[in-house]
């Protein structure tokens, strides 16, 4: 059970990523990528969702550890990602002069801000629980756990909530020692 509750946080920090594999496969059939995109949606909410279930059922031993550690993984390691989000939404707002494509482009930004928004969500869980669990533990106060949670839930306060969080975190533990 516990290489299963350390593989889950580190196959969300490479999950994004795997969606380029699609581009990869050979496109004997029409329908190759089409496949291949339906399966990786159905994964991901399998992903997804045990990874939410993890941050949620860590024992308490190894939570106040690991959580705040993975939480900023995650959000370090998927900024390439956001990035990469970030330069296709301006793509696709520049291919809006094409007029065959000014009514594809919205969809195609709203299609990314989704993606983004639920793996922003899916990731925070980790913070959250961490915030928590720093809150029932006595090492941080009601305040400090309200926004934390809060500043997960917004783009790039994310990234420095975690950093905070982790640090506090590790600091906190080593005073109770």
């Keep these: 059970m516990k290489i299963f509750r350390n593989t889950l946080p580190i196959l969300l920090i490479i999950w994004p990523y795997l969606f380029g594999l699609g581009f990869l496969v050979p ?3 029409e329908n190759a990528f089409g496949i291949f995109t339906l399966i990786y949606v159905f994964l991901t909410v399998i992903v997804y969702g045990f990874n939410i279930w993890n941050a949620w059922t860590w024992p308490y031993e190894e939570a106040i550890k690991r959580l705040p550690l993975y939480n ?9 990602f956001y990035i990469g989000v970030f330069l296709l939404g301006i793509l696709s707002l ?3 002069v094409v007029p065959a494509l000014v009514l594809v482009s919205p969809i195609i930004i ?8 639920l793996l922003m969500i899916t990731t925070s869980m980790y913070g959250i629980r961490s915030a928590v669990w720093m809150y029932k533990s006595g090492l941080a106060g009601k305040t400090f756990t309200i ?8 783009f790039v306060t994310d990234v420095i909530s975690a ?3 982790f640090v506090k975190s590790k600091i906190a533990r080593k005073q109770e020692e």
């Design 27 to 29: 496109q004997e059939s």
């Design 72 to 80: 900023m993984l995650l959000k370090l390691l998927h900024i390439p």
């Design 94 to 96: 520049v291919i809006m």
């Design 110 to 117: 709203l299609y990314l801000v989704f993606v983004d928004c």
């Design 147 to 154: 926004v934390h949670i809060l500043l997960h839930f917004f």
């Design 163 to 165: 950093i905070y969080v």
